[in-house]
């Protein structure tokens, strides 16, 4: 078994999703289970917003859980800009395992995500010029990974090379020791995968993917949107060209977000169940820029949720399309569900999940920084019937 630990769904999730691809059996966890035969095994950490203190104190709780399973070897998912706890999660990582040093490759060539020089740029971009440097909890006001992960540790050994090609990943990944930690993001994964796990067939993708609505035109579509940048990116525009309904929060929510009235939610989740009913298709969102406070996100990601759950127990609901980590976990745990099966799925950059022994509902998550592939949205001439 692998184990990766991750520090939010979305990255869990996507590490799943490239082991699935691999032709592994994989699994993503919200709460470790010992019991599961997987080849890998993504359990999602949580401590994206916490403290570092309490980051590190439940990487190692997750770990010393983990290591008990025996696991080939470990991964420790991170942002891909190093948003969170990094430096605090790995040295937690380090002393669970007794390993000496970690190799951290949080970039992703193929999406433009390099590290030349130690800067991290985006299409050519440094880092802290792009959107990222406005994000709402973990804002990336340098290019320089020195900054981005913090004062140093004394002891911790954190290596970072530069990365500018999957040739570098993969000379990374062939010269990993037995003693080294490899963390980053999903492209050393899966350099890391190559180098150690050569695949014996590939999957084979069949014309039809199950997990888009081109497949099944009339299927039941719900998007949750709980990502500013996403947000930011233009998705009403999008749906207002797929003629998709919106469906925001309401005012008086917006203003108490941690203590939503049952009725908003009631009448929230009655607007959605409205809209999927008339066209098959809707999307739930924030709607707005929120100024950030200790509480705003978590408070706006619950809000949200606690109206996407509602709609979703009401049933006929067939894909859920999420976006945001902080948003899929949420909704996660309003659901109940704590272990799901990797689904393989076609779309660039979309994990597809289901819960464990279940068909459907099928949960189709990705990070906020990154589109909806063209694939996932319905086509205009689908939406309404």
């Given at each position: 078994?692998?184990?990766?630990?991750?520090?939010?769904?979305?990255?869990?999730?996507?590490?799943?999703?490239?082991?699935?691809?691999?032709?592994?059996?994989?699994?993503?966890?919200t709460?470790?289970?010992?019991?599961?035969?997987?080849?890998?095994?993504a359990?999602?950490?949580?401590?994206?917003?916490?403290?570092?203190?309490?980051?590190?104190?439940?990487?190692?709780?997750?770990?010393?859980?983990?290591?008990?399973?025996?696991?080939?070897?470990?991964?420790?998912?991170?942002?891909?800009?190093?948003?969170?706890?990094?430096?605090?999660?790995?040295?937690?990582?380090?002393?669970?395992?007794?390993?000496?040093?970690?190799?951290?490759?949080?970039?992703?060539?193929?999406?433009?995500?390099?590290?030349?020089?130690?800067?991290?740029?985006?299409?050519?971009?440094?880092?802290?010029?792009?959107?990222?440097?406005?994000?709402?909890?973990?804002?990336?006001?340098?290019?320089?990974?020195?900054?981005?992960?913090?004062?140093?540790?004394?002891?911790?050994?954190?290596g970072?090379?530069?990365?500018?090609?999957?040739?570098?990943?993969?000379?990374?990944?062939?010269?990993?020791?037995?003693?080294?930690?490899?963390?980053?993001g999903?492209?050393?994964?899966?350099?890391?995968?190559?180098?150690?796990?050569?695949?014996?067939?590939?999957?084979?993708?069949?014309?039809?993917?199950?997990?888009?609505?081109?497949?099944?035109?009339?299927?039941?579509q719900?998007?949750?949107c709980?990502?500013?940048?996403?947000?930011?990116?233009?998705?009403?525009?999008?749906?207002?060209?797929?003629?998709?309904?919106?469906?925001?929060?309401?005012?008086?929510?917006?203003?108490?977000p941690?203590?939503?009235?049952?009725?908003?939610?009631?009448?929230?989740?009655?607007?959605?169940?409205?809209?999927?009913?008339?066209?098959?298709?809707?999307?739930?969102?924030?709607?707005?820029?929120?100024?950030?406070?200790?509480?705003?996100?978590?408070?706006?990601?619950?809000?949200?949720?606690?109206?996407?759950?509602?709609?979703?127990?009401?049933?006929?609901?067939?894909?859920?399309?999420?976006?945001?980590?902080?948003?899929?976990?949420?909704?996660?745990?309003?659901?109940?569900?704590?272990?799901?099966?990797?689904?393989?799925?076609?779309?660039?950059?979309?994990?597809?999940?289901?819960?464990?022994?279940?068909?459907?509902?099928?949960?189709?998550?990705?990070?906020?920084?990154?589109?909806?592939?063209?694939?996932?949205?319905?086509?205009?001439?689908?939406?309404?019937?």
């Amino acid at each position: 078994m692998i184990a990766v630990i991750a520090d939010d769904l979305t990255g869990a999730a996507e590490l799943a999703a490239a082991a699935a691809d691999h032709g592994l059996s994989a699994e993503v966890h919200t709460s470790f289970r010992p019991e599961s035969r997987a080849d890998v095994i993504a359990v999602d950490s949580g401590t994206r917003s916490l403290s570092a203190a309490d980051a590190a104190r439940m990487v190692g709780d997750v770990a010393r859980d983990v290591l008990l399973a025996r696991p080939d070897w470990v991964y420790k998912k991170t942002d891909s800009v190093l948003r969170g706890n990094v430096r605090a999660e790995i040295a937690a990582l380090l002393a669970a395992t007794g390993m000496t040093r970690a190799t951290l490759i949080p970039a992703n060539p193929s999406k433009g995500r390099v590290i030349a020089g130690g800067l991290y740029y985006v299409g050519g971009i440094p880092l802290d010029q792009t959107a990222f440097a406005n994000d709402p909890e973990h804002p990336r006001t340098s290019a320089r990974v020195a900054d981005l992960l913090g004062d140093a540790t004394p002891g911790l050994a954190i290596g970072v090379p530069d990365v500018r090609c999957t040739d570098d990943l993969d000379r990374c990944a062939a010269g990993l020791e037995a003693t080294t930690l490899p963390a980053g993001g999903v492209e050393f994964f899966q350099a890391v995968l190559r180098a150690r796990h050569p695949p014996t067939e590939r999957v084979t993708r069949s014309a039809e993917d199950p997990c888009l609505p081109v497949s099944r035109p009339h299927l039941r579509q719900l998007f949750v949107c709980g990502s500013m940048q996403a947000w930011h990116q233009g998705r009403r525009t999008e749906c207002d060209r797929r003629a998709i309904p919106i469906l925001t929060m309401p005012e008086a929510s917006f203003a108490s977000p941690e203590t939503p009235s049952s009725h908003d939610l009631e009448q929230w989740a009655d607007a959605v169940t409205a809209a999927l009913s008339a066209g098959g298709r809707a999307m739930v969102a924030i709607g707005r820029d929120v100024q950030v406070t200790s509480s705003g996100p978590a408070a706006l990601a619950n809000a949200l949720v606690a109206a996407a759950t509602r709609a979703l127990r009401r049933g006929g609901v067939d894909r859920i399309c999420v976006e945001g980590g902080a948003t899929a976990a949420a909704l996660l745990g309003a659901m109940g569900w704590t272990r799901l099966d990797s689904v393989p799925c076609r779309a660039p950059g979309v994990a597809a999940l289901r819960p464990h022994g279940a068909i459907e509902p099928i949960l189709l998550v990705k990070p906020g920084s990154y589109p909806w592939p063209d694939a996932v949205w319905p086509d205009e001439c689908d939406a309404g019937k």
